[in-house]
């Protein structure tokens, strides 16, 4: 299987996941707010290819107010209507309506861990299928290789880059000790 680092040489839009890889893909986050982005452009890749979300992503931070989880905690139905009809971002009911919720567990998980972040500290390290069942008990409209892809994305699971990747080095850097 090839890694996104020998993929995105062959892609039509290569620039877009360049920078992505160059400057996103396998970085720490530190803020939750970062974090929920994360989590709610992955969310909004299922079904769809990759490339879709990097070129729609600034739009998506415009449409769910910078992705500030008190925010889009307390969206109602006026602002799931305004999601429903933003030709900006992917329409999709219980995409929009998970990433409401989310938003809503993450609050939650705030109150016991003060953060998303430290929630995710807390649970480290742990394997793939333990993150999954994790997830799904937690959040909603998070399968297998949304997690997978979250936590690959974000560093707290490995294979966002290869050892002979000149953006592995950079990464690597970056890590907590408690990293992979």
Avoid at 11 to 24: F, G, M, N, S, T
Avoid at 35 to 49: D, H, K, M, P, Y
Avoid at 52 to 72: G, H, P, S
Wanted: with cysteine; glycine share 4%.
């Amino acid at each position: 299987m090839l890694t996104y680092c020998e993929v995105i040489k062959s892609l039509k839009d290569a620039d877009v996941h360049q920078r992505y890889h160059d400057k996103e893909y396998g970085f720490p986050i530190l803020e939750d707010d970062e974090l929920f982005a994360r989590l709610v452009l992955e969310i909004n890749q299922a079904g769809l290819s990759w490339t879709t979300i990097l070129k729609k992503k600034e739009n998506f931070y415009r449409a769910y107010d910078n992705f500030n989880i008190e925010t889009v905690a307390a969206y109602k139905k006026r602002e799931v209507n305004r999601l429903l009809n933003d030709a900006g971002i992917i329409r999709n009911r219980l995409k929009i309506e998970a990433a409401i919720h989310n938003a809503g567990k993450i609050i939650e998980l705030k109150k016991e861990f003060a953060s998303f972040k430290k929630w995710l500290d807390a649970n480290h390290p742990m394997d793939k299928e333990q993150w999954v069942k994790l997830f799904k008990k937690t959040f909603r409209f998070t399968g297998g290789e949304i997690v997978n892809e979250f936590l690959v994305s974000t560093g707290y699971l490995p294979g966002a880059h290869q050892k002979n990747c000149p953006v592995y080095k950079k990464v690597l850097k970056l890590k907590p000790a408690w990293s992979w």
